[in-house]
């Protein structure tokens, strides 16, 4: 299974609402996770199952979509969003993770 | 708290071998699924490996399969990853991640990763 990410990357201001895309090449229900990563460090997990957030994570994400096409949502930008983001799926072996959308704060 | 750390990496010609390791702690390291996963140098992430929490079990990136074997010791909350017949393309950082508990291969904790480069 094929995942795809779109836009590759984007710059936004603070206060906008951004989403980034995840598109599945077959049906993988809600089996998506997305992940925040900053350089050097190690990736974050964000949003399971497609809509559900995990714990710690600010509200202002959101996740949603299933079967093949999904959204990562940010309301409320915030400088500290500034990094690159990542869907998986989790439907089946081997867990194709998307190319990445890298965000920039303008 | 819940604690990931990978050791083993450095430089190695191509063809040799290489095994990382991942001391883990913090946690009941027997009943969780454990994974590798890799990013070359300016790369994304490529998912490597997966071993179930008794080791019975075992999967693989098709890059990977047939070279590299996970596995674990539960006796000493650690994970391992054999890495044979290096390339040029296995160069990169690789972490080691624990699932979570609300689904079982999301990969809510992550080391700080240790990198492996493949050149002569």
Partial sequence: ?106 | QVQLVESGGGVVQPGRSLTLSCVTSGFSFSIYRMHWVRQAPGKGLEWVAVISNDGSNEDYADAVKGRFTISRDNSENTLYVKMNSLRAEDTAVYYCARSSDQIPDALVFWGQGTMVTVSS
């Avoid at chain 1, 995942?3 to 609402?17: E, N």
């Avoid at chain 1, 900053?38 to 199952?49: D, R, T, V």
């Fill in chain 1, 1 to 106: 299974i094929q995942v795809t990410q779109s836009p590759s990357s984007l710059s936004a201001s603070v206060g906008d609402r951004v989403a980034i895309t995840c598109r599945a090449s077959q049906d993988i229900s809600n089996y998506l996770a997305w992940y925040q990563q900053k350089p050097g460090k190690a990736p974050n997990l964000l949003i399971y199952a497609a809509s559900t957030l995990q714990s710690g994570v600010p509200s202002r994400f959101s996740g949603s979509g299933s079967g093949t096409d999904f959204t990562l949502t940010i309301s409320r930008l915030q400088p500290e969003d500034a990094a690159t983001y990542y869907c998986q799926h989790l439907h089946s072996r081997p867990y194709t993770f998307g190319q990445g959308t890298k965000l920039d704060i303008k």
